[in-house]
């Protein structure tokens, strides 16, 4: 059974960090693992991605150098360290395996967790 659950999120300041936690269970280490956003009325967008085969990593540019995706492959966390946030940054996070991570896209298996709310605000 496939297990997602997401913490770290909260409320801060712009240009404050936080550090998202993704605790998985249940598929194979082999599969990419991404981070991906969503807003009320929008939708959900990739962020970050790795590919647990390698450890490369890609960002999209809107969080490129400040957004950090890494994973504990023995804890089976994923984790975002996410720095100098802005307003825009505001939704709700998802961790999410994935086919693959690449510049070109990051598609999802299709299992969700509940997400973690940051909320970015003065």
């Known amino acids: 059974q496939v297990q997602l659950v997401e913490s770290g999120g909260g409320l801060v300041r712009p240009g404050e960090s936080l550090r998202l936690s993704c605790a998985t269970s249940g598929f194979s280490l082999d599969y990419a693992m991404g981070w991906y956003r969503q807003v009320p009325g929008k939708a959900r967008e990739r962020v970050s991605c790795?590919?647990?085969?390698?450890?490369?990593?890609y960002s999209v540019d809107s969080v490129k150098n400040r957004f950090f995706i890494s994973r504990d492959i023995a804890k089976g966390t994923l984790y975002l360290q996410m720095n100098d946030l802005k307003p825009e940054d505001t939704a709700v996070y998802h961790c999410?395996?994935?086919?693959?991570?690449?510049?070109?896209?990051?598609?999802?298996?299709?299992?969700w967790g509940q997400g973690t709310q940051v909320t970015v605000s003065s």
């Open positions: 999410a395996p994935a086919y693959y991570c690449s510049e070109t896209g990051t598609p999802p298996l299709g299992y």
């Open positions: 790795i590919n647990n085969r390698d450890g490369s990593t």
